[in-house]
């Protein structure tokens, strides 16, 4: 069941590795009162009558505030600063004028005098919590996307129990080339414990061109089995990705970047050679849309394997392998986010029946709340997900099956708690269950897992 890993190394990585955080992107559409949206002729008469009554009732506030969402609407963003910054003086300490007037001043770029309104907001005893709500939501945008960390690392490590470590059928009794076989207990799926580790690295030059940068990342991965009779799936994955970023704030898209980057891949599978992948990619980051994150890359690999004496054939999965995916988060509040993502997935290698397409579509939420333990210190996350993947090989196995190709459908659900016991560190036990449907009944597979890890961020 050793060659059951060729595909199983992006999936464990992708259970495993926590991301990049993502924050919401706030339009820039949202004062809290709405208008009813009038031509600009209508706009400006209405906005002049309007300046002419606040000159004879300055202490007017309902004149002063629809006057400036008319001017918010219109661009006109200074009269409508200049018009809630007034209204201050008659009513100081408003929560919603100092919601308003940092939204105002993040429209126009002006980062850190928005941070200090929302502060100004949020330490207000009288807040009420739909204006919380919002001014966490500016307060966790600013933290991210006006100015992103240089440098961040996390290590991972955990212990986990698997009911199919090896990804083997649930029973001795298989079909190949038609025939009914008995295969032995080695090749059946097994359980097993194993120790699980994972680092990641992030560092960035400012080119001080723009906010355009230079973008390094690295990922090490490593799985090792207590029981020896399983060693010889053992995975040691590492990829570094470097290249250049861009502010796509040149061409008018705010709090968006552009990716350019290379990638190296090495794998060792049983603490042999398994491939070297030399690659490119290109990543889109946007936090521009209301409450949203969209992550989108197009990456592709060239995967050269080695034979081994217990994978002879190994070569025969030689070639190209690109992926094109997208992730998108929705910030239901700032502590509810909804997440969905797919890709689809193409190797086009050596053999014909290694040869797939690939299509995964997954969604889930991840929810932020009181710790019950210690209230108001260290907030719990719960994350909840599923999804689907399907593989199509295009040729069929002449060892299997000489007739019919190769189809996979493997469904999962995944759940998780992300408990923070200090500043920089988290307890995450997590449970998931996979359980793949195939045509060919070597391939056919069920797994529950449990693992129980600890997180450390720098």
């Known amino acids: 069941m050793r060659a ?3 595909w199983a190394v992006a999936i464990a990585i992708a259970c495993f590795v926590t991301g990049e955080a993502t ?9 809290g009162i709405k208008v009813n949206r009038l031509g600009p002729p209508d706009v400006e008469a209405r906005r ?12 007017d506030l309902d004149l002063a505030f629809t006057y400036a969402n008319l001017s918010a609407q219109v661009g006109d963003y ?8 007034r209204m201050l003086i008659y009513a100081p300490n408003t929560p919603r004028l100092q919601l308003e007037l940092g939204i105002l001043y993040y429209r126009i770029g002006a980062t850190e005098v928005a941070r200090s309104y929302f502060e100004q907001a949020r330490a207000n005893p009288g807040l009420p919590p739909d204006v919380a709500s919002q001014v966490d939501l500016y307060l966790q945008q600013l933290a991210i996307a006006a100015d992103p960390p240089n440098f961040s690392a996390t290590i991972y490590s955990a212990i986990r129990w698997e009911s199919n470590a090896n990804s083997g059928p649930g029973t001795n009794n298989v079909t190949l080339q038609g025939i009914n076989f008995t295969i032995d207990d080695q090749s059946v799926g097994r359980p097993g414990w194993s120790a699980l580790n994972v680092g990641t690295l992030h560092y960035a030059w400012d080119l001080r061109n723009q906010g355009d940068r230079i973008e390094f990342d690295a990922l090490a991965y490593s799985t090792a089995y207590f029981d020896k009779d399983l060693n010889d799936i053992d995975l040691d994955f590492f990829e570094v990705t470097l290249g250049p970023s861009f502010n796509l704030r040149r061409i008018g898209w705010d709090q968006s970047r552009f990716f350019v980057y290379a990638i190296g891949d090495l794998a ?19 936090f521009s849309a209301e409450r949203s994150v969209l992550d989108a890359r197009l990456e592709t690999r060239v995967r050269d394997f080695d034979n081994t004496p217990d994978l002879p054939t190994n070569t025969l999965r030689d070639g190209p392998q690109t992926r094109f995916g997208a992730t998108y988060s929705y910030y239901v509040t700032p502590a509810f986010v909804v997440t969905t993502q797919g890709y689809a997935q193409r190797e086009d290698v050596t ?7 690939e299509i995964a579509l997954s969604g889930g939420f991840a929810w932020t709340f009181n710790n019950p333990l210690w209230n108001g210190q260290y907030p719990w996350t719960w994350q909840v997900g599923g999804g689907f993947i399907g593989r199509d090989y295009d040729d069929p196995d002449p060892v299997i099956n000489p007739v019919d190709a190769e189809r996979d459908d493997q ?3 995944r759940t998780a708690l992300v408990l923070p016991v200090a500043e920089t560190w988290a307890l995450i036990p ?5 359980d793949q449907r195939s045509n060919y009944d070597i391939r056919q597979f069920d797994d529950l897992m449990t693992v129980l890890g600890v997180q450390k961020r720098f």
């Not at 997590?430 to 996979?434: D, F, K």
């Open 430 to 434: 997590q449970v998931e269950y996979r």
């Open 78 to 85: 200074e009269a409508a600063i200049s018009t809630l910054e």
């Open 4 to 6: 059951a890993a060729h």
């Open 23 to 31: 924050t919401p992107g706030v339009a820039a559409n949202d004062l």
């Open 351 to 357: 053999a014909g029946f290694y040869s797939n397409w």
């Open 268 to 286: 060792y599978l049983g603490y042999d050679y398994y491939f070297g992948a030399p690659g490119a990619g290109i990543r889109l980051l946007s």
């Open 48 to 59: 002049e009558a309007l300046l002419q009554q606040m000159i004879a009732r300055p202490s």
């Open 411 to 413: 469904f999962w659900a």
